[in-house]
């Protein structure tokens, strides 16, 4: 039997997208690293991007390593674990 996971409701389209990438990676990949992804369009969407990112985390559902200079070599972590 296969399980679908499903956003929390209430997240915004970038948010979802982003938090589905996140939990699909997971799920598949289970011990690699999870990258955030690049930011689908033009450029002039990367500050929302980056927004979605920054909301994620305030709601608890993933934490950002960023410890690298460009946002696509950020890592995504479970909430609760250390990089």
């Known amino acids: ?3 679908t ?3 929390p409701i209430g ?3 970038n948010q979802r997208n982003i938090y589905m ?3 699909n990676h997971r799920k598949k990949y289970k011990n690699t690293p999870c990258y955030v992804p690049r930011c689908p369009g033009q450029n002039s969407r990367l500050e929302q991007w ?3 990112l920054v ?3 305030q709601y608890g559902l ?3 390593d960023r410890t690298s200079a ?5 890592i995504m972590l479970e909430p609760n674990t250390e990089p």
Do not use: D, Q, S
């Open 55 to 57: 909301k994620l985390e």
């Open 62 to 64: 993933v934490r950002i």
């Open 1 to 3: 039997m296969t399980t």
């Open 21 to 23: 990438y996140f939990l």
């Open 5 to 7: 996971v499903t956003p």
């Open 70 to 74: 460009n946002y696509t070599g950020w």
């Open 50 to 52: 980056l927004n979605a």
């Open 11 to 13: 997240l915004t389209i």
